[in-house]
């Protein structure tokens, strides 16, 4: 999926009820034809809207990066990870969700 300026989701997964530590890995491939590198920022949104985790790859021209992020979510429904692209020239052309169910959490979103 090419990115834009603006934040469109990559991936959303349905979750039940719980607490839950996710673990999420986007990889990123620059098509940029300018030779600069390209600034790619994703989150992890809870079904909130409320932002878990979020983080922010320099991907080099025509190169390839990962994007690696981990947060606590406490509540059911969709978790999304939405990323925008300062350049609109990068695909997320993979992406990975781990939600490890836990017994209890500390400073969830």
């Given at each position: 999926m090419f990115l834009k300026t603006s934040f469109q989701t990559v991936l959303t997964e349905q979750l039940p009820a719980g607490r839950y530590i996710a673990n999420v890995i986007v990889e990123i491939r620059s098509e940029s034809l300018n030779n600069t590198a390209d600034n790619v920022l994703c989150?992890?949104?809870?079904?909130?809207g409320g932002i878990v985790s979020e983080n922010v790859a320099t991907v080099p021209a025509q190169g390839n990066g990962f994007l690696?992020?981990?947060?606590?979510?406490?509540?059911?429904?969709?978790?999304?990870?939405?990323?925008?692209?300062?350049?609109?020239?990068?695909?997320?052309?993979?992406?990975?969700?781990?939600?490890?169910?836990?017994a209890s959490l500390t400073g969830t979103t």
């Open positions: 989150r992890i949104v809870n079904g909130s690696a992020m981990t947060g606590s979510v406490s509540a059911g429904g969709n978790i999304t990870v939405r990323c925008i692209d300062n350049q609109s020239e990068s695909i997320a052309y993979s992406d990975y969700l781990t939600a490890i169910p836990v």
